[in-house]
Each structure stands twice: as C-alpha cells, then as structure tokens.
C-alpha cells in the first residue's frame, strides 16, 4: 500500500518543479492528495487526487484548501508548504511590488497553509506533520536574490516556531532546504547572470557529487518527513544539496 497508505496530503505548489514530483511521490506511496496551486497540476491526476484553485497568499485560500482536504479525506495529516516565487534582483532594484508579491507566496503563503493545518490536526486525533521547502538561499546569501534569501531564512524561522509551540498537540514541523535543484527557478538564476551555460557549468562542478540535484530528491526526504518513520524529527532544517555548503568556501 505504500508508506503514506491513506494519509491525507495537502501539497501547495503542485503544477511544477519540486512540488510536483513530490505530488507524483506522495501519490505512488499511496497517499490521498489536495493539491493547491494556481495552475492545474498535469501529472498527477484521478482517483486520490483533488485540485484546488489556491493563492496561497490569501488567507481565506489557505483557509479553504485545508477545508477541502478534510472534506475529502475526512481529515489532515500531511502538509507540504511548497508554494514559492523568486525574484533576481538586488535590494536597490527591487520594488515595493517585487516585495510585496514574493513575500505574500514565500512567507504569508507558508503562514497562511500552516496556520489552517495546525488549526485543523489539534481538532483531529492522532498528530501530524507539516513540512516546509525552505533552502540553502535561507542561510546563505546568493548574489542579486536579496528578498528571495530572506524570505527563505523566515521560513526556517517559522518551521522551528511551530515545532517548539505545537509539538505537544501532535503536530510535527521541519523544513527541507535544497541547494540548486534542476528546475525552472533555478533556469531563471542562471538566465539572469552574464554567461549562463558557464553559470551553470560552474555550478555543477562546485558540488561534490558532480551533478545538480533533481526534484526526485527532494521529494524522497519529504516522504520520509511525511512517515511514521520519522516521528522523533520536529524542529530541524534538513539541507540536502550535494554537499555545496559542507566544504570549505576557500
């Protein structure tokens, strides 16, 4: 039956990238899916599988993706904050709308969810887990992200919040921090330096195991995060990036 057999699963974020695959993951483990996002998710569809229209930027979205899941599944007992937008710009050029728009997906969007699923597992028995997609960006700064980093750094914040304030309701909260993960987003950063095939080429050979990451690992330390595997885990930012930031800067 898989190792997410019949566990009720919100996945915001869900039509690309990292969300998706982890969609895909979820659902092959046997999970029950709602899945949030403002584009209809492709690749994961029918039976045990609902799509919700969702900003998870506005509250009463957030509200109502949660609320779908339980009239679904008849509860909540999974919820992958994966919804994000980045931004390539530095400080000085960044806009009041620039701030504004990623902040209300990067860190509202992750409150909003979060808010609803701890409201939602403290009403139901038997606990739950929250995981949210934060990244190496959130600890160390990348060149011209300046409000994608810190917006990353208030998710891990708020990960360990939530562990240390509702561990004892049943509910536990980690987060995973990527490196450079082979997605758009990561295309986007690339595409905005001066020589993005030798960005990219430079990137590859930083990492100590000769490759970008996939989404696929990603979404492999999410289902162990989502499992009864890992009930002794809360409050902890999993980095998983290929050994980027474990070597010496020099």
């Known amino acids: 039956m ?22 895909e993951r979820f659902w092959q483990e046997g999970a029950r899916l709602t899945l949030g996002s403002r584009r209809e ?34 509860r909540l007992d999974v919820l992958v904050n994966n919804a994000g937008m980045q931004i390539e710009k530095t400080i000085v050029d960044t ?5 504004d728009d990623l902040m209300g997906v990067n860190v509202r ?39 994608y980093n810190a917006s990353k750094g208030a998710v891990h914040a708020l990960t360990r919040a939530i562990a240390t304030d509702h561990g004892r309701d049943g509910i536990r909260c980690n987060a995973i921090a990527p490196g450079w993960i082979a997605t758009k987003l990561a295309d986007a950063a690339f595409d905005a330096m001066d ?26 330390l999410a289902v162990w995060l989502a499992s009864d595997e890992s009930t002794f885990a809360s409050g902890s930012i999993f980095t998983i990036d290929g050994g980027l930031t474990a070597q010496s800067p020099l």
């Open 41 to 74: 998710p492709s690749a994961v569809g029918g039976a045990g599988v609902r799509w919700v229209p969702t900003d998870v930027s506005d509250s009463s979205q957030a509200d109502a993706l949660v609320a779908a899941a339980v009239e679904q599944w008849g």
């Open 195 to 220: 020589d993005p095939e030798r960005a990219r080429g430079d990137a590859v050979g930083k990492h100590p195991v000769g490759r970008l990451g996939l989404p696929s690992d990603i979404a492999s």
């Open 95 to 99: 806009t009041d709308d620039d701030y």
């Open 109 to 147: 969007g992750v409150f909003n969810c979060a808010r609803a699923a701890v409201r939602q597992i403290t009403a139901q028995p038997g606990g739950g887990s929250i995981i949210n997609i934060g990244s190496i960006s959130g600890d160390s700064a990348d060149h011209g992200m300046a409000i």
């Open 2 to 23: 898989g190792r997410l057999a019949d566990l009720s699963v919100v996945v915001t974020g869900a039509s690309s990238g990292i969300g998706e695959a982890i969609a």
